[in-house]
């Protein structure tokens, strides 16, 4: 397992996007050389954990659970046959390109060493937005990335570290529960019965998705009592 590149960009205005900025940092592309990575801080207030990186909308994207996006390359390439087009790494906007790790299929709370240094945490799934799929320029593009369910994997920053392209990616720490990238993803698009699944990764799960799995479970068992 290995990092073939990692991704950066910088802000682009656009007229696709909500940010209010009007620009977005989407269209990332390889560098070269070592790149720092730490945690960014609370939403809201930090953007990538990728210095040089740039997050534009910081209602929505970056912070510590989402301070690093990996996609793998074997998923890049099965879309590539099914759209009929090259999309080279960093085409989803993903910071880390990965080849032999199964990303989406990573447990939440999982942890990966790249590099000498670095270790982060699987977060969360990507759920796609307006802008993933204008910057795409496919058609129908949001239900059919939430069809595959391979969505890549938010990662925290859990011993900041410097990478580069070619550094080794190796799997230091995999929970007991099988609560995976793919299956909190469905949980919060498609398949809401599954939320309360997620509760066995509890505290890794982010924020957000602990809490609407909390809230799934007490209105099940408030409709519960009141049958």
């Known amino acids: 397992m ?27 592309r390889p560098v070269d050389g070592p790149v720092h990575v730490t945690d960014p801080g609370p939403k809201g207030t930090g953007g990538s954990g990728l210095a040089g990186d740039a997050v534009c909308d910081l209602r929505h994207h970056g912070g510590s659970d989402q301070a690093v996006y990996a996609f793998a390359r074997e998923e890049l390439d099965a879309w590539e046959r099914e759209l009929g087009r090259p999309l080279p790494n960093g085409a989803f906007g993903e910071n880390l390109t990965t080849s032999g790790l199964d990303v989406s299929g990573a447990k939440i709370g999982e942890r990966w060493r790249i590099g000498p240094e670095l270790v982060l945490e699987v977060a969360s799934s990507r759920i796609p937005c307006r802008t993933f799929a204008a910057h795409l320029d496919e058609r129908g593009w949001v239900k059919r990335f939430t069809r595959a369910a391979a969505p890549g994997a938010y990662l925290r920053v859990v011993e900041p570290g410097s990478i580069r392209a070619g550094d080794p990616v190796e799997i230091v720490h995999r929970p007991g529960h099988d609560v ?8 919060t698009t498609t398949r809401r019965e ?30 519960a009592a009141g049958a």
């Open 180 to 187: 995976t990238v793919d299956l909190e993803f469905r949980a």
């Open 194 to 223: 599954l939320l309360p699944e997620l509760l066995a990764a509890r505290d890794a799960l982010h924020p957000e998705t602990l809490s609407a799995a909390l809230k799934y479970v007490e209105k099940m068992e408030q409709e």
């Open 2 to 28: 290995k990092l073939l590149t990692v991704n950066m960009g910088r802000p682009k205005t656009v007229d696709y996007t909500d940010a209010p900025s009007g620009a977005t940092g989407i269209d990332k």
